[in-house]
């Protein structure tokens, strides 16, 4: 057993199970699966006070000065730092604007931190600030305040970067995943598994040549569009790391509904189906950078799918499942075959088999 | 995309299912011996449109749920020490050891990193000289050439920083020791694809003689697999047993003969364990006395390896179709697939995961432990 | 042990020795050794696992079997016994059933 630190009372902690299996951080913390959840909800959150939603959503919306704000942050540790089709910068600007699109926010000024290692290449971190610019123009937010601090060289892996971002909700919009409710439809913006197919292929020990480039991009326009449809979008997530399939079980999981999917109507590009096939990956655990999969009541559906397709970021959405309260908490898909599968949440990083 | 999409098609997968469906009038069982033809089964849902009667046990043709658990230990030995590179396809990063995986030795600052290929961890060892570069060599017979390969242009290349730990399986002894079992019900088998794409079939008909089980070489694309089936319920239906190859296209009967001219030099015929079923002789291959000075067990002297075993852990009954992984009293309390006791529950086709995800779903199992899923779609 | 998929050989070439190619995962290019398959030409399909092509597919019997698959229900209609199959159907004995 680990050394426990001596500040840190064992028993006060709500459920020590998850963390006596790992008593250091491992790789599988921060994949975005399970592990990761339990870290947030058994070490953080609880010392934190508790807030009940708190670790349920990327975002956190809250009054202040009789506005409501929206108001996240992310962390950005990609390698490597650029990869087809963008980089680090991209992915810092658009992850950041991203959450908080996903509460129906309009993102309107960020905040970035940097972390250098001593050594690196300066050119590389210009290079890096250059796509956070051009990143934010196009997504008309601001940068407006940073801060940066270098680490000593062999500690910090070139640059890791971190943004928050605000941005103000509009009335009468309440998206979370608890509103996900039976009956609600579920549609995702467009093709999933770009992006990790696109970092994976420039991976050492995984390299492969493909036309993939990452699908990064500023997702509230597109949120603009679907709101201008029905202000009463129930749930709405950027299927980041973990894929699609975490998004919907922590969805599913939040709302204690069960989601029923069609497998043949997930759209998956063909090149990105071969590569997971080349490397034994689902492409429903692959990261997506530019995608949101929303929940909407049945009513509301197809004008929102309307207005998803009019707009290019939507162009390929399509209506993939629905909530159904069966299996609660869990996904199932039903395959091309009319089989039944269960879409579990990955325990860690999803990685390349041979069996 | 050519030779994929076509052995996917949904139209005629109903064909082939009415088939089985028209053909069986009793219960049978029938082993798929390959991890690979569990994956796809359980991904594509296939063991839901196949007749109630015909029942799939799920075999111990998954290298990471057969590999010894003392080779792990090994494994883990030699990549936490700090002058080693520790390559390894990713199947292997979560197997627990005795009470260990790969990920924990990263955290502790195991250099680990996962390849694709076995030629990719060759290519770590010529790009850093002054570090020892160890490949897990685990798999069957489909993965040996490779493995076999690399070690051959190691010594033609001369990398003398690079070894491999060594822990190949062979499929027919394993059919030879569920056969003699007692306790088997296998009637059939489904043999691996492309383990005989590179072994031919040469090896099957013995065992179709002697212990009167018709065997079946089959692909992994669902209709492949549903051909597979629909043959060996015919041959189970007509009481007859014989080798049948419906794998044509990637299956010729010599199978690869270069491959196998390689596998000669390269390695030898072993004992091997297989973890939760005991030492099946003759049933490995390890490097000859030729490559030994790419043999990781020799270069990296890891003796004292207490291995440890969960006393609780009954994953070799259940990899050998004895029992069902819902019997075992681990099952869904003291192992899950967060906390695996053993490889079947770490294995993404691990009998006892796949058992697991669908226990969820909820419904109580069938006289013959298929899970009553509720009705959907 | 048994993931090995489907690729076209595009381009062939030595690397130190060894008969290498690029090779087309219908759109994903990857780099794999042919030395197991010394009679593969370019636009030939391959089964390759870990890098490695370890046969040729024969597109005659991928064709072949493919025809097959067709057939069966067709045959099943034309050839088959109505007989043993509305006796099944109904829960009788095939067998014990006389047209």
Redesign the interface.
Known sequence: MAEVLPSLDFEGWSCPV?LR??P?????HGGGG?MSAELVEHLFVPAFGNQADAGTSDCAVFELGGARLAFSTDTFVVRPLFFPGGSIGHLAVNGTVNDLAMSGAVPSHLSCGFILEEGTDLSLIGRIAQDMGAAAGAAGVAVVTGDTKVVDAGHGDQVYVNTAGVGLVPAGVDIRPQRAAVGDVVIVSGAIGVHGIAIMSVR???E????IRTDSAALHPLVAAMLAATLDLHVLRDPTRGGLATSLNEIASTAGVGV?L?EKAIPVP??V???C????L?PMYVANEGKLVAFVSRADADAVLAAMRAHPLGAEAAIIGECVD??AG?V?A?????????V?TP??EQ????? | MKYLDEFNDPALAKRLIDDISATVTRPWAIMEVCGGQTHSIIRNGIDQLIPDEVEMIHGPGCPVCVTPLELIDKALAIAARPDVIFCSFGDMLRVPGSGRDLFRIKSEGGDIRVVYSPLDALKIARENPDREVVFFGIGFETTAPPNAMTVYQAARLGVPNFSMLVSHVRVPPAIEAIMQSPTCRVQAFLAAGHVCSVMGTAEYPPLVERFSVPIVVTGFEPLDILEGIRRTVHQLEDGTAFLDNAYQRAVPSQGNPAARQLLADVFEVTDRGWRGIGVIPDSGWRLSAKYRQFDAEHRFQVGDISTEESSVCRSGEVLQGFIKPHECSAFGTLCTPRNPLGATMVSSEGACAAYYLYRRLGGAPTPDGRQVVSSIG | MCLAVPGKVLQVWDSDGTRMANVDFGGVLKDVCLEFVPDIEIGDYAIVHVGFALQRLDEKSALETLALFEQMGEMEMEFGDPWARAAKESGLDPSEVTP
């Open positions: 998850p299996d790992s250091t951080v491992v790789m599988g399970r050492e020990g995984l492969f040549g493909t036309q029923r069609v063909a090149e189906g071969n590569a096939g080349l490397l034994g689902d069966e299996h869990m199932v039903r395959t091309a075959f009319g089989g039944t599968r269960v579990d325990l860690g990685l390349p088999r041979i069996c």
